[in-house]
C-alpha cells in the first residue's frame, strides 16, 4: 500500500492526536497512533484510554483498505523539520514495514496491527446535541478551569458542569473555596440539558481551540461520552458521572457594598505579598475604607511582614475581610478587563469578582470564599 499526502497536513494531524497520547503508557500500543485507510481517506486516531482524538484527510492511495499503528512520537519528530512538500509512505501489508519517502530522504520504522490498538465508541449512537459557537466553548472552559476541584472524593467537582437552559448556555466549577460561573444568554434550545465535562478534556480544548473562531462545534454527549466535533476533528471523552452540586446555592444574592480597582494593580500587589504570607494558609487581609484598600500578608513565624495600600472607587462601611492569595490571584488572573467590580457582604461572606467591563451576551462570576481572621 502506497499513501500520499503533504507533509505538513500530516504534520498537522499528529501534533493533534500527540496531545492525547501520554509519555509513559502501561499498554505498549498506546504510544502509538492508529492509520486507517478507508475509500481515498485517511484517519489519524491518538488515544489515552480516557480521551481520543480522530481526524481525517482526503489522500492519494493505492491498495486496500488497511489499518496500521506508527509510534506518534517518532513519525511527528521525522516530519517537524521537513519542508513542504509532497511525501510517500510505503506499508508492506505482510511484515508492518513502513517507508516514509521525502523529497531528500528515505526513513524506515515497523508498525503494529492495527487490529490492537483501541477500539473507539460508535459515533452514530444516539446522542444529545448542543451547538456552541467555538469561541464561546474556549472562553468558557477557559474561564471555569480554574475552579475545578482536586479531591477525588467528589468526582462531580473536578469537572466542569456545562448547564444548557432554555434560554441560556452556564459553564460552572466549583472546589468548595472559589467558584466560577460563566453564562452565555445568546445560545438558546428547546432540549434543556447538562453534563459534566472532565478537566484534561477542558484542558484539551483550551489547548486546541482558538478564542478567535467564531465556527460552530457539535457537542453531543450520553449518560457515558461527550463528543466534540469541528471542521478538523473528533474528540471523544468520558463523562464523570454524578449529579453536580447546587452551585447557585453559595453565591450571595445581596451583596451590598461595591469596590472598582484596577484589576492588574491588585493583582501585582497580592503576589509581592504573597512571598510575605505564612505558607500554610497563605491569608491576606484586606482591609477597605474611604476609597482606600490596603493588603496586610504577615508570617510570624519567620518573622515576615508585607503592606500595600492602593485607591479604589468603594461605596460602603469600613470592613476587613480575608483571603488565600493564591485564590484570588487566580481569580483575577482569570479576568481580562482593566477593571475588576468586587462585591462584599461582611467578613464571613463569600465576595464576587467580575469584570467592570461586561461583554455583550456573557456574564462571568467568580466567587472567593472568605477565610477566617484570629
Known amino acids: 500500500m502506497t499513501i500520499n499526502i503533504s507533509s505538513s497536513v500530516l504534520l498537522n494531524c499528529m501534533q493533534l492526536v500527540n496531545r492525547v497520547i501520554a509519555p509513559n503508557n502501561i499498554m505498549p500500543i498506546l504510544d502509538n497512533a492508529l492509520f486507517k485507510v478507508e475509500d481515498s481517506k485517511l484517519t489519524i486516531i491518538g488515544t489515552n484510554l480516557e480521551n481520543t482524538i480522530i481526524t481525517t484527510k482526503e489522500i492519494e492511495t493505492t491498495g486496500p483498505n488497511f489499518s496500521i499503528a506508527l509510534p506518534a512520537k517518532l513519525i511527528t519528530e521525522t516530519l517537524r523539520s521537513f519542508p513542504e512538500q509532497n511525501i510517500e509512505i510505503e506499508i508492506n501489508e505482510e511484515n508492518m514495514e513502513v517507508i516514509i ?6 526513513y524506515n520504522l515497523i508498525g503494529l496491527k492495527g ?6 465508541i460508535d459515533l452514530n449512537q444516539e446522542m444529545r446535541h448542543l451547538i456552541i459557537p467555538t469561541n464561546q466553548l474556549f472562553t468558557g472552559v477557559s474561564n471555569t478551569i480554574i475552579s475545578t476541584s482536586v479531591d477525588a ?5 473536578t469537572g466542569i458542569f456545562i448547564d444548557m437552559q432554555e434560554d441560556k448556555l452556564i459553564f460552572a466549577a466549583t472546589d468548595a473555596h472559589k467558584l466560577t460561573k460563566n453564562t452565555f ?4 434550545t428547546d432540549d434543556p440539558c447538562s453534563f459534566i465535562m472532565p478537566k484534561k478534556t477542558a484542558l484539551l480544548i483550551k489547548s486546541i481551540l482558538s478564542n478567535n473562531d467564531t465556527k460552530e462545534v457539535d457537542v453531543s454527549f450520553n449518560e457515558m461520552n461527550i463528543i466534540i466535533k469541528t471542521d478538523e476533528f473528533t474528540m471523544i471523552s468520558k463523562q464523570i458521572e454524578g449529579k453536580y452540586p ?4 453559595v453565591i450571595p444574592k445581596d451583596n451590598p457594598y461595591e469596590l472598582i480597582i484596577d484589576r492588574e494593580i491588585l493583582n501585582s500587589a497580592i503576589r509581592r505579598l504573597m512571598v510575605y504570607a505564612n505558607p500554610a494558609t497563605c491569608l491576606i487581609k484586606m482591609s477597605v475604607s474611604n476609597n482606600t484598600i490596603e493588603l496586610r500578608a504577615q508570617d510570624i513565624d ?5 503592606m500595600e495600600t492602593m485607591t479604589c472607587q468603594y461605596n460602603g462601611d469600613d470592613m476587613m475581610i480575608g483571603f488565600r492569595a493564591t485564590q484570588v490571584a487566580d481569580v483575577l488572573s482569570n479576568i481580562d478587563s482593566q477593571n475588576v467590580r468586587i462585591k462584599l457582604g461582611d467578613s464571613s ?4 469578582f467580575i469584570p467592570n467591563e461586561i461583554k455583550e451576551g456573557e ?12
Open 101 to 106: 519517502k521525502s523529497s531528500t530522504g528515505k
Open 115 to 120: 487490529d490492537g490498538y483501541p477500539e473507539n
Open 153 to 157: 472524593r467528589r468526582p462531580a467537582m
Open 185 to 188: 444568554s445568546n445560545i438558546k
Open 246 to 249: 447546587n452551585y447557585n446555592a
Open 302 to 306: 519567620t518573622s515576615r511582614f508585607g
Open 349 to 352: 461572606r463569600a465576595a464576587i
Open 363 to 374: 456574564d462571568l462570576l467568580h466567587l472567593v470564599m472568605p477565610m477566617l481572621i484570629k
